[in-house]
């Protein structure tokens, strides 16, 4: 997993023992993110934030289960929305316009056969 960009200030910095999560030490930004995705409930409130805006506000968890345990193996955001992309569920007839997804479909293989440059 790469590791977070942000701006370490030494002289901001406590370089005394944290505890976070259960794991104690002079931990840094690093550490507090490793952490938080250590825990697989980080991995499903992304999957519900995924399902919800992709197929339906109504959340069906059995399969924010299943991606779940895609996205949580490297957090790879690719393969989860080829996950929901390839399931059959995600073409329900009670998702289908739930989430205007028939224009998104048009769209996309639109851009996919066009041979026109657009920008």
């Known amino acids: 997993m790469p590791r977070g960009l942000f701006t370490l200030r030494k002289f901001q910095h406590d370089n005394g023992q944290k505890t976070f999560f259960g794991k104690t030490g002079n931990l840094d930004g690093d550490d507090i993110i490793d952490a938080i995705l250590e825990k697989k409930a980080c991995a499903r409130f992304i999957c519900k934030k995924v399902y ?7 959340i069906e968890i059995s399969y924010v289960d299943k991606m779940t345990d895609v996205f949580y193996k490297d957090y790879d955001i690719e393969k989860l929305m080829r996950f929901v992309f390839t399931q059959s569920w995600f073409y329900d007839t009670k998702n289908i316009g739930s989430k205007n997804k028939v224009s998104n479909r048009i769209f996309g293989r639109f851009i996919k056969n066009c041979t026109c440059k657009l920008c």
């Open 52 to 58: 919800s805006y992709f197929v339906n506000e109504t």
